[in-house]
């Protein structure tokens, strides 16, 4: 268990060096820098520049962004399941990525193929509106082969265009009750009214009957010629426009092609403003900028030969740091602790003055985990699971983590599986015991696990005490106290373990270590009224003996979720069994099996995964955890949109 | 029908009933809103999934119950005598009315566990972990239901 001891680092170079240091710190990434106190900020370089840097980068970021869009606009990508959790990154080798880089300039005007490519498509596209519009307004027409030259009609008839709702008898019916004489024709309809044309005498007032009848006049938009001659000119023309657009969008597809380009330049960049936005965290002077920062103590002659073989002047040297000081925390474990990390990092890091728990948790965990879970079957597939993910996904150091999580925790199924003969619900052979015929003996397992785990954070408790000197604590406080719980536990089950003879003696053990607890606590208190008043609280330490064993009993949970899982296994099985003999119930059986187990796998490993976890965090923390430490965050190299296959050397 | 297989019924009727409505009420609450955070981003998928389907094991756990009482006095075959009814019918209180409500509440903490996956992501484990407190109740229902069931002699 440990809590990488941190340095701190001083560096002073020449002020037009600046960038080279910080990109090689970038680089490295094993430098947090620290932000000057106000007081200290000598800095004659104005923020001015700085924001003027970073507005630059911005734009760029912008421009690189509207690109992705639009090639996500016209060839998006598609996620896979996985990738659906996971998210998905583009994964590049470091020869790519350097190759990548080094096309900026062809970025450039590709960025603007790109942007024209798209400017025409949106111009294309509210062109091919129009034309819609357009052939939509003269498809009533469409029967109307008049040109358009005639609609004025001749010096004794006159033409009349327009629309009507009803029966057009009701038209004609009125033009007839007075006396006009008139000719008339149905050119189209759309989905609410009919398009007709009437021919009347000039003279005749034709026009005001029909539009008392609710006759609507109306025309064509159309200037020259015949409706049907323009409807082919447009359709012509809307083909066209389809087909352009269609060309565009096979280009923008092939540009989309470049994708991982663009990617590559918006981390490129999104890096840069790290790395500018770092410059506010220097001290400037007029020739020389110092900084300050936090270096794992292991990295610094790393550091140090890194800075040094840029081979410009500067001062370095790694200070240790204050008492006072907030040192940022970073877990350092060996392999197989690792991914308990992620446990301690889901919940908070220790503080400075902590002991890191990763490798306190890590057993338990596993143990926990493998009795919630507790079928060799379903383990092994969560364990496979997670190594397939491993080789398929390129994932980051913090998912690589939760893999070996759940695939340790998946071997903690198989574990407790195969002692209680537990695999898919079957029991192929004796195993120790059987969960379901025995679920006394479950309980007694898990609760003898959560005693355990319990003893083992009080001590570690004690051994923090120790560590900081307070010996009396340790054994006044811790080591009693845990006499005393054994003895209550002797005392009310001694006799089941055959100590019957040694009842007496027990109980006199449990009263003294209970006296010995109330004294202790009046430890460090100076004066007889103090001390007396002492008392009453060391009684409540006694009555804390409840929240001990209330914590203890919580881990019974862990033989509920082994049992519930047990028995929902045993029952899929069953029903499989009983479709299995019917006509083709072999379908129906494999069918069931694989939902129904599918379904118990699922709602398990979550719950075993939840539950287990909670136990770490608050039965077992309770006893000598906070946490509380902020997270080491060294100015690096981000991954937004790529990822590298294989870091390079550093 | 004997009175006692009438109670028996019953006591695998309380089991299943009440905590899978629970069940189905939290996972609604939970999922209506994991809906909702998915519209704004689709990637939140997994996290709020997992928050969505944690109010569902206690309609398990009743199934669980309600199955293993079935089959026990599937097992005898005859007719249950009265006492060991009504044994069934108590046996079935603890987890059916203890999932129903610890469902729904369940249900509600997820759903605010869904918040914190919707504007921190990077904190969802300690929703999940909220959502798991409720839980604890159910599961103390489940075992004593489970040991009620347990002490039954047919």
């Keep these: 268990m440990a809590i990488v001891p941190m340095k701190r680092l001083e560096l002073y170079g020449l002020k037009r060096h600046k960038a080279s240091y910080l990109a090689e710190l970038q680089r490295l990434g094993l430098v947090e820098l620290i932000k000057p106190a106000a007081e200290e900020r000598w800095t004659t370089e104005s923020g001015e520049a700085i924001g003027r840097e970073l507005h630059h980068i911005d734009e760029r970021l912008a421009e690189i962004n509207r690109v992705l869009a639009v090639f996500e606009r016209f060839a998006p990508q598609r996620p896979s399941f996985v990738e659906q959790f996971a998210g998905i990154k583009t994964v590049l080798t470091w020869e790519e990525q350097q190759n990548y880089l080094a096309r900026q300039e062809e970025a450039v005007s590709l960025t603007d193929r790109v942007f024209n490519a798209e400017k025409e498509h949106t111009w294309l596209e509210q062109e091919k509106l129009r034309v819609e519009r357009e052939i939509a307004s003269l498809q009533p027409w469409a029967g109307l082969d008049l040109p358009a030259e005639d609609w004025k009609g001749s010096k004794r008839v006159a033409l009349l265009l327009g629309s009507f709702d009803r029966d057009p008898r009701l038209l004609t019916e009125a033009l007839a009750s007075e006396q006009i004489a008139y000719y008339f024709r149905q050119i189209g309809a759309d989905d609410h009214r009919q398009y007709y044309i009437f021919f009347c005498l000039r003279e005749s007032p034709a026009e005001e009957v029909l539009r008392a009848k609710g006759f609507l006049p109306a025309r064509p938009e159309l200037t020259t010629g015949a409706v049907g001659e323009r409807l082919a000119v447009l359709t012509a023309k809307k083909q066209e426009l389809a087909a352009s657009l269609a060309q565009i969008e096979d280009k923008l597809k092939t540009l989309a092609e470049e994708r991982p380009l663009f990617q590559t330049l918006y981390d490129f960049w999104y890096n840069q403003r790290l790395q500018v936005e770092a410059k506010n965290q220097l001290l400037t002077g007029k020739a020389v900028f110092g900084l300050e920062g936090w270096v794992p103590a292991a990295q610094c002659t790393r550091v140090e030969q890194v800075i040094t073989s840029l081979g410009l002047p500067h001062y370095i040297r790694f200070i240790d740091p204050q008492t006072e000081e907030e040192i940022p925390i970073l877990l350092e474990n060996k392999k197989v602790v690792t991914p308990f990390e992620k446990l301690v990092e889901a919940f908070s890091l220790p503080r400075q003055d902590e002991v890191d728990p990763s490798a306190a948790i890590a057993p338990f965990f596993f143990l926990c985990y493998g009795m919630a879970l507790g079928d060799a079957g379903y383990g092994l597939v969560l364990s496979l699971i997670c190594v397939v993910l491993m080789a398929k996904l390129t994932m980051g150091p913090g998912g690589r983590k939760m893999a070996w999580l759940f695939f340790a925790s998946g071997l903690g199924a198989v574990f407790f599986g195969l002692l209680t003969s537990s695999i898919f619900g079957y029991s192929l052979y004796p195993g120790f015991f059987n969960v379901i015929e025995k679920p006394q003996l479950l309980l007694i397992v898990a609760l003898g696990l959560g005693l355990v785990q319990l003893y083992t954070g009080t001590v570690i408790s004690a051994w923090i005490s120790i560590k900081n000197g307070d010996w009396a604590e340790a054994v006044l406080g811790k080591g009693v106290w845990l006499l005393f719980l054994t003895g209550l536990l002797l005392t009310a089950g001694g006799s089941q373990l055959g100590l019957e003879a040694y009842a007496q003696p027990t109980k006199y053990v449990t009263a003294l270590t209970a006296g010995l607890l109330v004294i202790g606590n009046a430890r460090g208190k100076k004066g007889f009224w103090a001390k007396l008043k002492a008392v009453p609280g060391g009684l409540l330490n006694i009555y804390g003996s409840v929240g001990f064993f209330s914590d203890v009993l919580s881990y019974s949970r862990l033989m509920a979720l082994g049992l519930s899982g047990a028995v929902m296994g045993s029952i899929i099985n069953l029903f499989a069994e009983m479709t299995w003999g019917a006509p083709v119930g072999w379908i129906f059986s494999i069918i069931i099996f694989l939902f129904g187990h599918g379904l118990n796998f699922g709602l398990n490993i979550l719950g075993a995964y939840v539950h287990s976890s909670r136990l770490q965090y608050l039965e077992f923390f309770n006893t000598f955890f906070t946490g509380g430490g902020r997270p080491f965050a060294p100015l690096k190299l981000e991954q937004i949109n790529i990822f590298l296959k294989k870091e390079r050397e550093v | ?154």
């Design chain 2, 1 to 154: 029908m004997v009175l006692g297989t009438l109670y028996a019924f019953l006591g695998v009727a309380i089991a299943v009933l009440f905590s899978g409505i629970g069940s189905a009420y939290g996972v609604s609450i939970a999922g209506k809103l994991a809906a909702g955070v998915v519209t704004e981003d689709p990637k939140k998928f997994g996290q709020t999934l997992i928050l969505t389907a944690l109010p569902g094991t206690q309609g398990i756990y009743g199934f669980v119950i309600g199955m293993l009482m079935v089959f026990k006095f599937a097992a005898v075959g005859g007719p249950i005598p009265l006492e060991a009814g009504i044994r069934f019918l108590i046996t079935g209180l603890p987890i059916g009315i203890v999932g129903l409500f610890s469902a729904v509440l369940q249900g509600k903490v997820a759903a605010a566990g869904i918040g914190i996956v919707a504007k921190r992501p990077e904190e969802s484990a300690k929703g999940i972990v909220y959502a798991g407190l409720v839980e604890t109740y159910a599961i103390l229902a489940f075992i004593i239901s489970f040991f009620l069931y347990n002490s039954i002699t047919l």
